[in-house]
Protein backbone atom coordinates (compact mmCIF):
# COMPACT_ATOMS: atom_id res chain seq x y z
CA UNK A 1 0.00 0.00 0.00
CA UNK A 2 2.82 2.43 0.62
CA UNK A 3 4.88 1.32 -2.62
CA UNK A 4 1.13 2.28 -3.88
CA UNK A 5 0.86 5.57 -2.62
CA UNK A 6 4.42 6.81 -3.48
CA UNK A 7 3.29 5.67 -7.47
CA UNK A 8 0.08 7.07 -7.26
CA UNK A 9 2.30 10.76 -5.73
CA UNK A 10 4.95 10.41 -8.74
CA UNK A 11 2.51 9.92 -11.31
CA UNK A 12 0.59 13.21 -10.22
CA UNK A 13 4.06 15.14 -10.30
CA UNK A 14 4.63 13.56 -14.05
CA UNK A 15 0.69 15.05 -14.81
CA UNK A 16 2.58 18.48 -14.17
CA UNK A 17 5.83 17.56 -15.84
CA UNK A 18 4.77 16.82 -19.27
CA UNK A 19 8.03 15.76 -21.32
CA UNK A 20 9.34 14.25 -18.76
CA UNK A 21 6.57 11.47 -17.83
CA UNK A 22 6.70 10.78 -21.50
CA UNK A 23 10.94 10.28 -21.51
CA UNK A 24 10.32 8.07 -18.12
CA UNK A 25 7.33 6.02 -19.21
CA UNK A 26 9.40 5.43 -22.76
CA UNK A 27 12.18 4.62 -20.64
CA UNK A 28 11.02 2.08 -18.70
CA UNK A 29 8.93 0.07 -21.04
CA UNK A 30 12.09 -0.67 -22.77
CA UNK A 31 13.82 -1.92 -19.41
CA UNK A 32 10.89 -3.69 -18.41
CA UNK A 33 12.19 -6.90 -17.72
CA UNK A 34 8.22 -8.44 -17.07
CA UNK A 35 6.27 -11.20 -19.21
CA UNK A 36 3.57 -9.28 -20.57
CA UNK A 37 1.00 -11.84 -20.31
CA UNK A 38 1.44 -13.10 -16.90
CA UNK A 39 3.25 -10.75 -14.33
CA UNK A 40 4.26 -12.11 -10.86
CA UNK A 41 3.80 -9.56 -8.06
CA UNK A 42 7.68 -9.32 -7.47
CA UNK A 43 8.15 -8.30 -10.72
CA UNK A 44 5.02 -5.68 -10.79
CA UNK A 45 6.44 -4.39 -7.76
CA UNK A 46 9.80 -4.23 -9.33
CA UNK A 47 8.86 -2.38 -12.50
CA UNK A 48 6.94 0.12 -9.89
CA UNK A 49 10.10 1.24 -8.20
CA UNK A 50 11.85 0.98 -11.74
CA UNK A 51 9.36 3.59 -12.69
CA UNK A 52 9.75 5.90 -9.47
CA UNK A 53 13.66 5.89 -9.36
CA UNK A 54 13.53 7.08 -13.45
CA UNK A 55 11.02 9.45 -12.81
CA UNK A 56 12.03 10.84 -9.73
CA UNK A 57 15.55 11.24 -11.38
CA UNK A 58 13.71 12.65 -14.61
CA UNK A 59 11.74 15.35 -12.17
CA UNK A 60 15.73 15.88 -10.35
CA UNK A 61 16.90 16.46 -13.85
CA UNK A 62 14.33 19.39 -15.45
CA UNK A 63 14.25 20.86 -11.68
CA UNK A 64 17.96 21.48 -12.16
CA UNK A 65 19.72 19.31 -10.29
CA UNK A 66 21.89 16.99 -12.27
CA UNK A 67 24.24 15.12 -10.02
CA UNK A 68 20.78 13.75 -8.04
CA UNK A 69 19.50 12.87 -11.07
CA UNK A 70 22.90 11.20 -12.43
CA UNK A 71 22.87 8.87 -9.46
CA UNK A 72 19.39 8.20 -9.31
CA UNK A 73 19.39 6.68 -13.30
CA UNK A 74 22.87 4.94 -13.20
CA UNK A 75 21.39 3.44 -10.60
CA UNK A 76 18.41 2.39 -12.44
CA UNK A 77 20.71 1.62 -15.05
CA UNK A 78 22.74 -0.85 -12.98
CA UNK A 79 19.64 -2.42 -11.40
CA UNK A 80 18.51 -3.00 -14.87
CA UNK A 81 20.92 -3.56 -17.08
CA UNK A 82 19.73 -0.60 -19.61
CA UNK A 83 21.48 0.95 -22.02
CA UNK A 84 18.70 3.67 -22.57
CA UNK A 85 19.26 4.41 -18.71
CA UNK A 86 22.69 4.18 -18.88
CA UNK A 87 22.92 6.71 -22.22
CA UNK A 88 20.56 8.62 -20.46
CA UNK A 89 22.54 9.01 -17.17
CA UNK A 90 25.55 10.06 -19.29
CA UNK A 91 24.30 12.54 -21.40
CA UNK A 92 22.86 14.35 -17.76
CA UNK A 93 26.34 14.37 -17.27
CA UNK A 94 27.95 15.81 -19.99
CA UNK A 95 25.02 18.45 -20.32
CA UNK A 96 26.25 19.37 -16.83
CA UNK A 97 29.45 19.27 -17.98
CA UNK A 98 30.88 16.65 -15.65
CA UNK A 99 33.20 14.68 -17.61
CA UNK A 100 35.08 12.48 -14.95
CA UNK A 101 31.33 11.11 -14.41
CA UNK A 102 30.07 10.96 -18.01
CA UNK A 103 33.10 8.34 -18.51
CA UNK A 104 31.95 6.51 -15.60
CA UNK A 105 28.78 6.21 -16.65
CA UNK A 106 30.04 4.86 -19.93
CA UNK A 107 32.29 2.52 -19.08
CA UNK A 108 29.69 0.97 -16.49
CA UNK A 109 27.70 0.65 -19.13
CA UNK A 110 30.23 -1.01 -21.66
CA UNK A 111 31.00 -3.15 -18.86
CA UNK A 112 27.50 -4.49 -18.36
CA UNK A 113 26.67 -4.28 -21.98
CA UNK A 114 30.14 -5.41 -23.58
CA UNK A 115 27.93 -5.54 -27.32
CA UNK A 116 26.87 -2.48 -27.13
CA UNK A 117 28.60 -0.33 -29.47
CA UNK A 118 27.10 3.29 -28.89
CA UNK A 119 28.37 2.62 -25.18
CA UNK A 120 32.04 2.06 -26.85
CA UNK A 121 31.46 5.12 -28.74
CA UNK A 122 30.08 7.31 -25.93
CA UNK A 123 33.62 6.22 -23.71
CA UNK A 124 36.06 7.25 -26.75
CA UNK A 125 34.29 10.37 -27.06
CA UNK A 126 34.27 11.34 -23.76
CA UNK A 127 38.09 10.44 -23.13
CA UNK A 128 38.97 12.81 -26.15
CA UNK A 129 36.78 15.44 -24.80
CA UNK A 130 38.57 15.25 -21.94
CA UNK A 131 42.18 15.04 -23.53
CA UNK A 132 42.92 11.25 -22.07
CA UNK A 133 43.91 10.40 -25.62
CA UNK A 134 46.32 7.72 -24.73
CA UNK A 135 43.37 5.89 -22.86
CA UNK A 136 41.66 6.07 -26.59
CA UNK A 137 43.43 2.98 -27.77
CA UNK A 138 41.06 0.54 -26.24
CA UNK A 139 38.36 1.37 -27.06
CA UNK A 140 39.31 2.74 -30.43
CA UNK A 141 40.35 -0.67 -31.42
CA UNK A 142 36.84 -2.43 -30.10
CA UNK A 143 35.40 0.33 -32.42
CA UNK A 144 37.17 -1.02 -35.57
CA UNK A 145 36.93 -4.84 -34.48
CA UNK A 146 33.20 -4.23 -34.23
CA UNK A 147 32.70 -2.38 -37.83
CA UNK A 148 32.40 -5.73 -39.58
CA UNK A 149 32.68 -5.99 -43.64
CA UNK A 150 35.13 -3.50 -45.49
CA UNK A 151 32.70 -0.76 -46.23
CA UNK A 152 31.88 -0.27 -42.44
CA UNK A 153 35.71 -0.61 -41.62
CA UNK A 154 36.69 2.08 -43.92
CA UNK A 155 34.01 4.43 -43.16
CA UNK A 156 34.94 4.04 -39.61
CA UNK A 157 38.38 4.71 -40.60
CA UNK A 158 37.62 7.88 -42.68
CA UNK A 159 35.66 9.40 -39.51
CA UNK A 160 38.16 9.37 -37.60
CA UNK A 161 40.24 12.26 -38.66
CA UNK A 162 37.41 14.57 -37.28
CA UNK A 163 36.46 12.39 -34.27
CA UNK A 164 40.43 12.90 -32.87
CA UNK A 165 40.63 16.08 -34.12
CA UNK A 166 38.98 17.90 -31.07
CA UNK A 167 41.83 16.38 -29.03
CA UNK A 168 44.22 18.98 -27.42
CA UNK A 169 46.90 17.53 -28.60
CA UNK A 170 47.47 16.49 -32.23
CA UNK A 171 50.15 14.61 -32.43
CA UNK A 172 49.93 12.30 -29.66
CA UNK A 173 46.53 11.77 -31.45
CA UNK A 174 48.33 11.06 -34.61
CA UNK A 175 50.89 8.64 -33.00
CA UNK A 176 48.41 6.71 -31.32
CA UNK A 177 45.87 5.95 -33.95
CA UNK A 178 48.93 5.12 -36.33
CA UNK A 179 49.83 2.54 -32.93
CA UNK A 180 46.34 1.59 -33.19
CA UNK A 181 45.86 1.14 -37.01
CA UNK A 182 48.68 -1.11 -37.30
CA UNK A 183 46.68 -4.21 -38.61
CA UNK A 184 44.74 -2.18 -41.06
CA UNK A 185 47.60 -0.83 -42.79
CA UNK A 186 48.52 -4.05 -42.77
CA UNK A 187 45.51 -5.30 -44.96
CA UNK A 188 45.16 -4.62 -48.76
CA UNK A 189 41.03 -3.72 -48.09
CA UNK A 190 41.53 -1.14 -45.48
CA UNK A 191 45.79 0.23 -45.95
CA UNK A 192 44.40 3.20 -48.63
CA UNK A 193 41.56 4.89 -45.52
CA UNK A 194 43.89 4.07 -42.92
CA UNK A 195 46.93 5.50 -44.67
CA UNK A 196 44.63 8.56 -45.40
CA UNK A 197 43.29 8.36 -41.97
CA UNK A 198 46.83 8.57 -40.71
CA UNK A 199 47.87 11.37 -42.99
CA UNK A 200 45.01 13.71 -41.93
CA UNK A 201 46.09 13.15 -38.58
CA UNK A 202 49.87 13.90 -39.21
CA UNK A 203 48.98 16.97 -41.23
CA UNK A 204 46.62 18.43 -38.07
CA UNK A 205 49.64 18.20 -36.49
CA UNK A 206 51.42 19.98 -38.34
CA UNK A 207 53.88 17.52 -39.61
CA UNK A 208 53.37 18.05 -43.10
CA UNK A 209 56.01 15.71 -44.34
CA UNK A 210 54.58 12.57 -42.44
CA UNK A 211 51.35 13.44 -43.82
CA UNK A 212 52.88 13.81 -47.12
CA UNK A 213 54.33 10.33 -46.88
CA UNK A 214 51.38 8.94 -46.15
CA UNK A 215 49.18 10.00 -49.05
CA UNK A 216 52.53 9.07 -51.70
CA UNK A 217 52.01 5.50 -50.24
CA UNK A 218 48.29 5.41 -50.08
CA UNK A 219 48.47 6.74 -53.85
CA UNK A 220 51.31 3.94 -54.92
CA UNK A 221 48.65 1.16 -53.03
CA UNK A 222 46.04 2.15 -55.25
CA UNK A 223 46.45 5.46 -58.19
CA UNK A 224 42.89 5.30 -58.47
CA UNK A 225 41.81 6.45 -55.32
CA UNK A 226 40.33 9.51 -54.47
CA UNK A 227 41.07 9.97 -50.31
CA UNK A 228 44.91 10.08 -51.51
CA UNK A 229 44.50 12.63 -53.63
CA UNK A 230 42.02 14.79 -51.43
CA UNK A 231 44.51 14.55 -48.85
CA UNK A 232 47.60 15.82 -50.99
CA UNK A 233 45.76 18.50 -52.19
CA UNK A 234 44.77 19.44 -48.56
CA UNK A 235 48.78 19.45 -47.80
CA UNK A 236 49.32 21.34 -51.22
CA UNK A 237 46.70 24.27 -49.83
CA UNK A 238 48.96 24.09 -46.37
CA UNK A 239 51.79 25.19 -48.91
CA UNK A 240 53.93 22.06 -49.46
CA UNK A 241 54.75 22.37 -53.10
CA UNK A 242 56.15 18.23 -53.51
CA UNK A 243 52.40 17.59 -52.69
CA UNK A 244 51.37 18.71 -56.55
CA UNK A 245 53.02 15.82 -58.21
CA UNK A 246 50.59 13.63 -56.23
CA UNK A 247 47.36 16.04 -57.50
CA UNK A 248 48.63 16.05 -60.96
CA UNK A 249 49.18 12.16 -61.50
CA UNK A 250 45.21 11.62 -60.01
CA UNK A 251 44.28 14.02 -62.50
CA UNK A 252 45.21 11.50 -65.27
CA UNK A 253 42.62 9.64 -64.19
CA UNK A 254 39.46 11.72 -65.61
CA UNK A 255 38.47 12.73 -61.80
CA UNK A 256 35.25 14.35 -60.86
CA UNK A 257 34.83 17.72 -61.69
CA UNK A 258 34.95 18.77 -57.88
CA UNK A 259 38.16 17.52 -57.59
CA UNK A 260 39.97 19.60 -60.37
CA UNK A 261 37.36 22.51 -59.32
CA UNK A 262 39.18 22.00 -55.85
CA UNK A 263 42.75 22.44 -57.23
CA UNK A 264 42.22 25.59 -59.26
CA UNK A 265 40.72 27.02 -56.26
CA UNK A 266 44.13 26.04 -54.26
CA UNK A 267 46.18 27.35 -57.14
CA UNK A 268 44.11 30.53 -56.51
CA UNK A 269 44.72 30.89 -53.41
CA UNK A 270 48.50 30.69 -53.95
CA UNK A 271 47.96 33.36 -56.27
CA UNK A 272 49.11 30.53 -59.52
CA UNK A 273 46.40 32.27 -61.81
CA UNK A 274 48.01 30.90 -64.87
CA UNK A 275 47.88 27.76 -63.70
CA UNK A 276 44.48 27.94 -62.16
CA UNK A 277 42.95 29.08 -65.03
CA UNK A 278 44.42 25.99 -67.15
CA UNK A 279 42.57 23.91 -65.21
CA UNK A 280 39.65 26.04 -65.11
CA UNK A 281 39.61 26.01 -68.74
CA UNK A 282 39.58 22.31 -68.79
CA UNK A 283 36.48 22.49 -66.76
CA UNK A 284 34.55 24.81 -68.55
CA UNK A 285 35.56 22.97 -71.76
CA UNK A 286 34.74 19.43 -70.89
CA UNK A 287 31.44 20.70 -68.87
CA UNK A 288 30.30 23.87 -69.73
CA UNK A 289 27.32 24.25 -67.13
CA UNK A 290 29.61 24.02 -64.37
CA UNK A 291 28.69 27.59 -63.13
CA UNK A 292 31.20 27.79 -60.62
CA UNK A 293 34.21 27.39 -62.66
CA UNK A 294 33.14 29.98 -65.27
CA UNK A 295 32.76 32.26 -61.99
CA UNK A 296 36.03 31.72 -60.88
CA UNK A 297 37.52 31.98 -64.55
CA UNK A 298 36.07 35.25 -64.69
CA UNK A 299 37.59 36.25 -61.38
CA UNK A 300 41.05 35.32 -62.65
CA UNK A 301 40.57 36.89 -66.11
CA UNK A 302 40.04 40.26 -64.23
CA UNK A 303 42.65 40.00 -62.15
CA UNK A 304 44.83 39.34 -65.24
CA UNK A 305 43.94 42.08 -67.19
CA UNK A 306 42.08 39.63 -70.01
CA UNK A 307 38.70 41.50 -69.64
CA UNK A 308 37.17 40.41 -72.77
CA UNK A 309 37.43 37.01 -71.94
CA UNK A 310 36.17 37.58 -67.96
CA UNK A 311 32.85 39.32 -69.37
CA UNK A 312 32.80 36.32 -71.56
CA UNK A 313 33.24 34.04 -69.04
CA UNK A 314 31.02 35.71 -66.25
CA UNK A 315 28.05 36.70 -68.55
CA UNK A 316 28.30 32.29 -69.11
CA UNK A 317 27.78 32.23 -65.27
CA UNK A 318 25.25 34.53 -65.67
CA UNK A 319 23.15 33.14 -68.00
CA UNK A 320 23.27 29.80 -66.20
CA UNK A 321 22.76 30.73 -62.71
CA UNK A 322 20.49 33.76 -63.16
CA UNK A 323 16.71 32.07 -63.76
CA UNK A 324 15.40 31.76 -60.71
CA UNK A 325 12.20 30.34 -59.24
CA UNK A 326 9.87 32.55 -57.91
CA UNK A 327 11.07 33.90 -53.89
CA UNK A 328 14.55 32.51 -54.31
CA UNK A 329 17.10 35.14 -53.37
CA UNK A 330 20.06 35.44 -55.38
CA UNK A 331 23.16 33.92 -54.12
CA UNK A 332 26.26 35.79 -53.09
CA UNK A 333 28.06 34.68 -56.09
CA UNK A 334 25.61 35.83 -58.86
CA UNK A 335 25.47 39.28 -57.10
CA UNK A 336 29.08 39.51 -57.12
CA UNK A 337 29.12 38.66 -61.03
CA UNK A 338 26.98 40.88 -61.80
CA UNK A 339 29.02 43.63 -60.02
CA UNK A 340 32.18 42.61 -62.08
CA UNK A 341 30.32 42.85 -65.18
CA UNK A 342 28.86 46.75 -64.07
CA UNK A 343 32.55 47.46 -63.33
CA UNK A 344 33.70 45.70 -67.04
CA UNK A 345 31.28 47.60 -68.63
CA UNK A 346 32.07 50.57 -67.02
CA UNK A 347 35.76 49.78 -67.99
CA UNK A 348 34.85 50.28 -71.88
CA UNK A 349 33.09 53.49 -70.54
CA UNK A 350 29.44 51.60 -71.78
CA UNK A 351 27.70 53.48 -68.69
CA UNK A 352 24.52 52.27 -69.89
CA UNK A 353 25.17 48.16 -70.14
CA UNK A 354 27.23 49.39 -66.57
CA UNK A 355 24.18 50.64 -65.00
CA UNK A 356 21.71 47.39 -66.77
CA UNK A 357 23.98 44.94 -65.27
CA UNK A 358 23.39 46.62 -61.69
CA UNK A 359 20.21 46.67 -62.57
CA UNK A 360 19.60 43.29 -61.96
CA UNK A 361 21.01 42.83 -58.68
CA UNK A 362 18.11 42.00 -56.67
CA UNK A 363 19.62 41.34 -53.03
CA UNK A 364 18.49 43.67 -50.20
CA UNK A 365 21.79 42.84 -48.30
CA UNK A 366 23.87 43.78 -50.73
CA UNK A 367 22.42 47.43 -50.79
CA UNK A 368 25.49 49.51 -50.04
CA UNK A 369 27.66 47.90 -52.32
CA UNK A 370 24.84 48.24 -55.01
CA UNK A 371 25.08 52.37 -54.07
CA UNK A 372 28.74 52.32 -54.39
CA UNK A 373 28.46 51.29 -57.54
CA UNK A 374 26.23 53.33 -58.66
CA UNK A 375 28.28 56.35 -57.42
CA UNK A 376 30.93 55.27 -59.30
CA UNK A 377 28.94 54.98 -62.40
CA UNK A 378 28.12 58.37 -61.81
CA UNK A 379 31.41 59.77 -60.98
CA UNK A 380 33.22 58.38 -64.11
CA UNK A 381 30.18 60.09 -66.24
CA UNK A 382 31.42 63.24 -64.42
CA UNK A 383 28.84 63.42 -62.09
CA UNK A 384 31.32 63.83 -59.28
CA UNK A 385 28.83 65.84 -56.79
CA UNK A 386 26.35 63.69 -56.78
CA UNK A 387 28.41 60.61 -56.65
CA UNK A 388 29.75 61.81 -53.48
CA UNK A 389 26.00 63.32 -52.08
CA UNK A 390 24.78 59.73 -53.23
CA UNK A 391 27.58 58.22 -50.66
CA UNK A 392 27.16 60.64 -48.10
CA UNK A 393 22.87 59.73 -48.02
CA UNK A 394 23.95 56.11 -47.69
CA UNK A 395 21.98 54.84 -44.43
CA UNK A 396 24.59 53.39 -42.11
CA UNK A 397 23.70 50.58 -39.89
CA UNK A 398 27.23 49.57 -39.14
CA UNK A 399 30.45 50.48 -39.26
CA UNK A 400 31.52 48.56 -42.17
CA UNK A 401 28.98 50.12 -44.00
CA UNK A 402 29.95 53.46 -42.83
CA UNK A 403 33.60 53.05 -43.47
CA UNK A 404 33.05 51.53 -46.99
CA UNK A 405 31.15 54.67 -48.19
CA UNK A 406 34.40 56.75 -46.70
CA UNK A 407 36.79 54.42 -49.14
CA UNK A 408 34.68 54.75 -51.55
CA UNK A 409 34.52 58.54 -51.96
CA UNK A 410 38.15 58.44 -51.26
CA UNK A 411 38.80 56.30 -54.40
CA UNK A 412 36.20 58.54 -56.38
CA UNK A 413 38.19 61.53 -55.33
CA UNK A 414 41.83 59.50 -56.49
CA UNK A 415 39.89 58.63 -59.32
CA UNK A 416 39.14 62.34 -60.23
CA UNK A 417 42.64 63.33 -59.70
CA UNK A 418 41.41 65.16 -56.59
CA UNK A 419 44.32 63.88 -54.26
CA UNK A 420 44.78 66.60 -52.36
CA UNK A 421 40.58 66.66 -51.42
CA UNK A 422 40.88 62.40 -51.06
CA UNK A 423 44.02 62.74 -48.28
CA UNK A 424 42.27 65.36 -46.64
CA UNK A 425 39.04 63.23 -46.21
CA UNK A 426 41.30 60.17 -45.13
CA UNK A 427 42.64 62.95 -42.79
CA UNK A 428 39.76 63.73 -40.66
CA UNK A 429 38.70 59.54 -40.73
CA UNK A 430 42.04 58.65 -39.22
CA UNK A 431 41.74 61.47 -36.57
CA UNK A 432 38.13 59.81 -36.00
CA UNK A 433 39.91 56.64 -35.98
CA UNK A 434 43.59 56.48 -35.15
CA UNK A 435 43.65 52.70 -34.44
CA UNK A 436 42.22 51.56 -37.87
CA UNK A 437 45.75 50.80 -39.55
CA UNK A 438 44.00 50.47 -43.39
CA UNK A 439 42.96 54.27 -43.13
CA UNK A 440 46.68 55.04 -41.63
CA UNK A 441 48.31 52.82 -44.83
CA UNK A 442 45.87 54.55 -47.60
CA UNK A 443 46.43 58.16 -46.14
CA UNK A 444 50.22 57.48 -46.45
CA UNK A 445 49.97 56.01 -49.70
CA UNK A 446 48.21 59.37 -50.61
CA UNK A 447 50.84 61.31 -49.03
CA UNK A 448 53.47 59.58 -51.67
CA UNK A 449 51.56 60.39 -54.81
CA UNK A 450 51.01 64.21 -53.77
CA UNK A 451 54.59 64.23 -53.02
CA UNK A 452 54.94 64.55 -49.29
CA UNK A 453 57.58 62.43 -48.59
CA UNK A 454 58.18 62.93 -45.09
CA UNK A 455 54.69 62.86 -44.39
CA UNK A 456 54.39 59.27 -45.96
CA UNK A 457 57.33 57.80 -43.99
CA UNK A 458 56.32 59.24 -40.75
CA UNK A 459 53.01 57.58 -41.26
CA UNK A 460 54.37 54.40 -42.08
CA UNK A 461 56.24 54.51 -39.58
CA UNK A 462 53.95 54.96 -37.06
CA UNK A 463 51.92 51.95 -38.42
CA UNK A 464 54.13 50.10 -38.26
CA UNK A 465 54.78 50.85 -34.54
CA UNK A 466 50.95 50.34 -34.00
CA UNK A 467 50.64 47.36 -35.80
CA UNK A 468 54.07 45.82 -36.26
CA UNK A 469 52.17 42.71 -38.09
CA UNK A 470 51.15 45.27 -40.93
CA UNK A 471 53.20 43.52 -43.29
CA UNK A 472 52.27 46.07 -46.78
CA UNK A 473 53.29 48.94 -44.44
CA UNK A 474 57.08 46.81 -44.24
CA UNK A 475 56.99 46.60 -47.97
CA UNK A 476 55.54 50.33 -49.05
CA UNK A 477 58.55 52.47 -46.98
CA UNK A 478 61.02 49.90 -47.86
CA UNK A 479 59.61 49.97 -51.39
CA UNK A 480 59.97 54.17 -51.20
CA UNK A 481 63.44 53.85 -50.45
CA UNK A 482 64.39 51.41 -53.02
CA UNK A 483 62.33 54.00 -55.88
CA UNK A 484 64.29 56.83 -54.73
CA UNK A 485 68.16 54.73 -54.73
CA UNK A 486 68.21 55.63 -50.70
CA UNK A 487 68.93 53.49 -47.77
CA UNK A 488 69.15 50.50 -49.50
CA UNK A 489 70.09 47.75 -47.02
CA UNK A 490 67.01 49.60 -44.71
CA UNK A 491 64.78 49.29 -48.19
CA UNK A 492 66.31 45.14 -48.30
CA UNK A 493 65.14 44.60 -44.42
CA UNK A 494 62.06 46.66 -44.38
CA UNK A 495 61.20 44.26 -47.37
CA UNK A 496 62.02 41.02 -46.09
CA UNK A 497 60.70 41.17 -42.85
CA UNK A 498 57.26 41.76 -45.17
CA UNK A 499 58.28 38.38 -46.74
CA UNK A 500 58.20 36.88 -43.53
CA UNK A 501 54.66 37.60 -43.29
CA UNK A 502 53.61 37.05 -47.15
CA UNK A 503 56.41 34.98 -49.04
CA UNK A 504 54.84 34.45 -52.04
CA UNK A 505 53.23 38.14 -52.17
CA UNK A 506 54.52 38.73 -56.03
CA UNK A 507 53.58 42.49 -55.42
CA UNK A 508 56.41 42.58 -52.50
CA UNK A 509 58.92 40.64 -54.29
CA UNK A 510 58.59 42.94 -57.19
CA UNK A 511 59.42 45.34 -53.81
CA UNK A 512 62.50 43.21 -53.42
CA UNK A 513 63.97 43.06 -56.99
CA UNK A 514 63.40 46.78 -57.26
CA UNK A 515 65.88 46.98 -54.68
CA UNK A 516 68.49 44.74 -56.15
CA UNK A 517 68.61 46.66 -59.13
CA UNK A 518 68.89 49.93 -57.64
CA UNK A 519 72.13 47.87 -55.65
CA UNK A 520 73.07 46.89 -58.99
CA UNK A 521 72.49 43.17 -58.80
CA UNK A 522 70.38 42.72 -62.25
CA UNK A 523 70.63 39.60 -63.00
CA UNK A 524 68.87 38.56 -59.07
CA UNK A 525 66.91 41.28 -59.94
CA UNK A 526 65.56 39.43 -62.75
CA UNK A 527 65.05 36.11 -61.29
CA UNK A 528 62.82 37.37 -58.67
CA UNK A 529 60.93 39.28 -61.15
CA UNK A 530 60.51 36.59 -63.36
CA UNK A 531 58.94 34.53 -60.63
CA UNK A 532 56.77 37.47 -59.63
CA UNK A 533 55.18 37.84 -63.22
CA UNK A 534 54.71 34.47 -63.51
CA UNK A 535 52.23 34.32 -60.43
CA UNK A 536 50.76 37.56 -60.86
CA UNK A 537 51.35 39.15 -64.57
CA UNK A 538 50.96 42.91 -63.11
CA UNK A 539 51.35 45.64 -65.31
CA UNK A 540 53.67 47.28 -62.86
CA UNK A 541 55.60 43.97 -62.46
CA UNK A 542 56.03 44.29 -66.48
CA UNK A 543 57.17 47.57 -66.20
CA UNK A 544 60.16 46.99 -63.48
CA UNK A 545 60.86 43.90 -65.21
CA UNK A 546 61.22 45.21 -68.99
CA UNK A 547 63.50 48.36 -67.34
CA UNK A 548 66.01 45.39 -65.64
CA UNK A 549 65.77 43.60 -69.11
CA UNK A 550 66.68 46.98 -70.55
CA UNK A 551 69.11 47.64 -68.95
CA UNK A 552 71.22 44.28 -69.27
CA UNK A 553 71.01 45.18 -72.79
CA UNK A 554 68.02 42.63 -74.08
CA UNK A 555 65.95 45.69 -75.17
CA UNK A 556 63.97 42.97 -77.32
CA UNK A 557 62.73 41.15 -74.77
CA UNK A 558 62.10 44.57 -72.18
CA UNK A 559 60.05 45.63 -74.97
CA UNK A 560 57.97 42.57 -75.58
CA UNK A 561 57.54 42.50 -71.96
CA UNK A 562 56.41 46.18 -71.58
CA UNK A 563 53.94 45.01 -74.42
CA UNK A 564 52.97 42.23 -72.79
CA UNK A 565 52.02 44.79 -69.66
CA UNK A 566 50.27 47.28 -72.01
CA UNK A 567 48.00 44.47 -72.69
CA UNK A 568 47.19 44.40 -68.96
CA UNK A 569 46.68 47.90 -68.40
CA UNK A 570 47.26 50.74 -70.86
CA UNK A 571 46.53 53.10 -68.49
CA UNK A 572 49.23 52.19 -65.66
CA UNK A 573 51.58 54.94 -64.64
CA UNK A 574 54.74 53.01 -63.80
CA UNK A 575 55.15 51.30 -67.06
CA UNK A 576 53.82 54.74 -68.62
CA UNK A 577 56.33 56.86 -66.87
CA UNK A 578 59.29 53.75 -67.51
CA UNK A 579 58.44 54.38 -71.42
CA UNK A 580 58.45 57.99 -71.38
CA UNK A 581 61.79 57.98 -69.03
CA UNK A 582 63.42 55.62 -71.39
CA UNK A 583 62.69 56.81 -75.01
CA UNK A 584 61.12 53.40 -75.26
CA UNK A 585 58.37 52.47 -77.88
CA UNK A 586 56.59 49.12 -77.18
Do not use: C
Request: glycine share 4%.
Amino acid sequence: MKLFLRHASALAAAALLGSTWVHAAATTQQTAKISSSHPSPSDTQKLAELFYEVLLGEFKASEGDPSTAYALLLDAARKNTDGALYKRATDIALKSRSGDAALAAARAWRQDLPQDRDANRYELQILLALGKIEETAEPLRRELDGAEGVVPRNATLNALPAMYGRAPDKKMAADVVERVLSRELADPDTVVSALTTVGRLQLAAGNLELALDAARKGQEKDPKAEDPAVLALEILSQGAPLAESLVRKYLENDPQPEYRMAYAKVLAQAQQYPQALQQLQILTSSLPQLGAAWLLQGTLQMQAGALKEAETSLSTFISLELPRQPGEAQSRSTVQALMQLSRLAEKRQDYAEAQSWLDKVDSPQDTTEQTLRRASLLAAQGQLSQARMLLRELPSDSPEDKRAALMAEVQLLRDAKLLQDAYELLGTAVAQSPQDGDLLYEQAMLADKLGKTSDMERLLKKLIASHPDYHHAYNALGYSYADRGIQLEEARRLIRKALEFAPDDPYINDSLAWTEFRSGNFAEALRILEIAFKAKPDAEIAAHMGEVLWAMGDKKRALDTWREGLKIDSDNATLRDTLKRLHAKP
